[in-house]
């Protein structure tokens, strides 16, 4: 990440407090060994965030593709005229072939049906040589992320998908196992560079307290001060800044680069077109 303005990047992700999404933009980052020249596709951008750290930290061009409208709209607003926005499917891009030099897909497949149509759709649309940037939620997670579904498929019930208990597998069709997303990102015709797992130590139900709790409150404006968008703007008093640092200060235990060998929140897939 030489590239970058790295005291840049941490005043961006100071308001974060989803451990994993920290440790997700960084290898994203040094992934797609951005260029000036480089037109990056987001596939799945949702509300913008990748868009808004790539666009403040380089001059490539941008393209941010989502499906869900009202989440676009939102996104136009945080980027700007810095990334051309498309409303589209992931597994229908709407694009031509050999387009991009570069894509992120990132907390994208665990959502979609077809989602090696989706893999190979991003291959269609990359230029040969191109990068795409992966990552998802890891099947092998931590007890600690997300005690209650981690008790609950070992005892052979049904993952909670919606709600406050709802944990890592909130709106998901599934979460991979490491061999299950190599094998998958293969058949999509692409070549493994890089793969690593994100995340091991982290706060009690961490994903239940940001996800059920904190983001329902920061969409509605009332935790703007935890708003990831926000990290300009410091308050005089701000409630969650102890529970940030907390989650900082375990947050040092996990390997900046890979916790290998170890239950993680996160998997992340560096994959190549070949030339």
């Known amino acids: 990440m030489t590239t970058f303005d790295r005291a840049k990047l941490d005043r961006m992700l100071r308001n974060e407090a989803d451990l994993a999404a920290k440790h997700r933009v960084k290898v994203v980052l040094e992934y797609l060994e951005i260029r000036p020249q480089d037109l990056i596709l987001d596939c799945g951008c949702g509300l913008g965030w990748f868009l808004k750290v790539i666009g403040e930290l380089t001059s490539c061009r941008l393209v941010g593709l989502d ?3 009202t989440r676009l ?9 810095r990334a051309e926005l498309v409303t589209g499917d992931a ?6 072939d050999r387009t991009f030099d570069k894509v992120i897909l990132s907390e994208v497949l665990e959502h979609l049906p077809d989602d090696l149509g989706a893999l190979r759709e991003v291959w269609r649309v990359l230029r040969p ?7 998802v939620p890891n099947h092998d997670y931590p007890f600690l992320w997300d005690p209650i579904n981690w008790v609950r498929e070992r005892l052979g ?4 998908r919606r709600g406050l208990f709802g944990g890592l597998w909130t709106d998901h069709l599934r979460l991979y196992y490491r061999p299950e997303l190599i094998d998958l990102v293969k058949q999509a015709g692409f070549i493994v560079e890089d793969v690593r797992q994100l995340v091991h130590y982290c706060f009690p139900f961490a994903h239940n307290l940001v996800y059920g709790i904190g983001k329902p409150l920061v969409e509605k404006g009332l935790l703007a001060h935890a708003d990831r968008f926000r990290y ?3 308050p005089r008093i701000d409630p969650v800044a102890l529970g940030r640092w907390i989650f900082n200060l375990i947050d040092r235990l996990n390997h900046p680069i890979s916790d290998e060998g170890k239950s993680t929140v996160c998997l992340a897939v560096k994959a190549r077109k070949p030339y």
């Open 67 to 69: 499906i869900d409208r």
């Open 73 to 81: 709209g939102r996104a136009r607003r945080e980027v700007g005229g």
């Open 91 to 96: 597994v229908a891009l709407p694009f031509g």
């Open 129 to 135: 040589g191109g990068v795409v940037a992966i990552t």
């Open 157 to 160: 019930l049904p993952p909670i």
């Open 232 to 234: 300009n703007e410091r």
